[in-house]
């Protein structure tokens, strides 16, 4: 494993590995939910292909599940799912996108974490309403395909129509009670529901809050920012700003209450006054990463180019921290890592983000993944890039950059892998360090495809990533067999 530190690492990861940055001190963070589906102690694997046919439906969706073990995950240790597996509600159809979000926790508190799994392109029937979230319940052989399914409350009304529910979903203790809530965005609504009772959907929602036709949600994230003992809602996305070029970018923070959900506006990271300098947010994690018992908010930012070509833009990327406390996200401090004109164009760090104990040190760390970079005078085949947690914060101290060219990391560098395309950190060996998933989307299995997808998983250690054991699977080691469906896109939440 090649170990450096941030400003070497970047700088010299091979002859173009691009990602050399300038590093302000920052922190940042993400959400661990339980995802122990099977209750023998060990986090299992999500990682979801919505761009999977079933049986000829185009872009039905498959969700693989890899249950976790003191040695790992495996693809022997698997059950994939879709909406034509036995017990799960509905049916597959094309363009459902069934997987496209996903997040876990014990919703019916008996001790095994459920799957939530967003199908935003569901055709709801008789209704003019799209999307659906499907809840399928753990227990002591994993998941079995047993569930519920929830629609928009507006999919009853002849009046009213959703579209995109269940675009994004989380898992987590809203009000307070310690049983964790679904919560989930559509085109234009943010719902908030209460404790799933009885293993039955809801009749109807408990908070919503509603976006105009100015701000389009993209992303929702979920902790207790303030240390309040109960989880607060983080939604961005890109608003409709007159006269600024490109749009100005939203961020809230939403706090369950008696009245509803209240709504605090966050200023966002590279904007002056008019905001035209305003970098679209395109991934939000959230953890302790100072390990001072407030989660902190990490979200990445890849600036909108005008000359893009490619699947990513031609913009470096940068990674924002705003620090929780007692008084809100970044009330006293915020932080950036960027790359003023230090990075190379087109890495698009930030692309996604994911925090957890790498180390086991007690602060979180920050893997963020950069899609676009280029290793070796290969463009495109990507990277991860590992950031330390301290009691400072986010540290370039002994920082990692992993890709395919990396020293006993299966497979080969190739063009437009896109590796680390999405990432997670999960303990799937039960060692109390947080082990990397990275995905690549880009990446060529079968014969004449060119976006088969597929997953690495890299353990962590005391000294950080670690390429022992480090693993790779793809849609052909899980018995699928469908090409070009960017296997295993979607992890996490």
């Not at 001190?25 to 339980?34: E, F, I, R, Y």
């Not at 602060?363 to 280029?374: I, K, M, N």
């Not at 063009?415 to 990446?443: C, N, P, Q, R, Y």
Request: hydrophobic content about 35%.
């Amino acid at each position: 494993m090649r170990t450096r530190t941030l400003a070497a690492a970047l700088a010299v990861a091979t002859a173009a590995a691009g990602l050399s940055l300038t590093l302000a001190p920052t922190a940042s963070a993400a959400t661990s939910v339980p995802d122990d589906f099977n209750g023998d102690g060990v986090a299992d694997l999500v990682v979801a292909t919505p761009h999977a046919p079933v049986d000829g439906r185009v872009n039905a969706g498959s969700v693989t599940v890899l249950y976790g073990s003191p040695d790992g995950v495996s693809p022997g240790r698997s059950t994939t799912l879709t909406q034509n597996s036995a017990g799960v509600p509905g049916d597959a159809g094309s363009h459902s996108l069934f997987g496209a979000t996903h997040a876990s926790g014990d919703l019916d508190a008996d001790g095994y974490a459920d799957l939530v799994i967003g199908a935003p392109g569901e055709a709801v029937r008789y209704s003019s309403s799209y999307g659906t979230l499907t809840v399928l319940w753990g227990g002591p052989d994993g998941l079995t395909g047993d569930g519920i399914s929830m629609a928009s409350p507006y999919a009853p009304s002849e009046w009213s129509s959703e579209k995109d529910y269940g675009k994004k979903v989380v898992v987590a203790d809203l009000d307070g009670d310690g049983v964790p809530q679904i919560a989930t965005l559509s085109r234009t609504n943010l719902w908030a529901y209460d404790d799933l009772g009885g293993r039955t959907a809801p009749t109807d929602v408990a908070r919503f809050h509603n976006y105009n036709a100015y701000i389009q949600p993209r992303t929702l994230t979920t902790a207790d920012f303030t240390g309040a003992g109960r989880a607060q809602l983080v939604v961005t996305g890109g608003e409709n700003c007159e006269g600024t070029t490109g749009g100005c970018q939203h961020t809230a923070v939403y706090t369950w209450s008696d009245s509803g959900l209240q709504e605090a506006w966050l200023p966002d990271p590279g904007g002056d006054v008019s905001g035209t300098n305003e970098a679209p947010t395109v991934s939000t994690a959230a953890g302790d990463v100072d390990g001072d018992g407030y989660a902190d908010l990490v979200t990445g930012h890849v600036p909108a180019s005008a000359t893009t070509t490619g699947e990513y833009s031609d913009a470096a990327g940068f990674v924002h921290v705003r620090y929780g406390s007692a008084d809100g996200l970044g009330a006293h401090r915020t932080a950036t890592l960027d790359a003023p004109g230090g990075g190379r164009a087109g890495d698009n760090v930030g692309a996604s983000v994911a925090v957890g104990d790498v180390t086991g040190d007690g602060y979180d760390d920050v893997v963020a993944g950069a899609p676009g970079a280029t290793v070796r005078g290969v463009p495109g085949t990507g990277a991860a890039v590992l950031l330390r947690g301290s009691a400072t914060g986010l540290t370039e101290t002994d920082a990692q950059v992993v890709h395919q060219a990396t020293d006993d990391v299966p497979g080969t560098a190739e063009t437009d892998d896109w590796f680390g395309s999405a990432v997670d950190l999960t303990d799937l060996d039960g060692d109390g360090m947080a082990d990397v998933t990275i995905a690549a989307k880009g990446e060529d299995v079968l014969a004449g495809s060119v976006r088969d997808g597929a997953d690495w998983v890299l353990r962590g250690s005391a000294a950080g990533l670690t390429t022992t054991g480090a693993t790779s699977f793809s849609a052909q080691d899980v018995g699928l067999t469908a090409p070009d469906a960017e296997f295993g896109s979607v992890l996490g939440d």
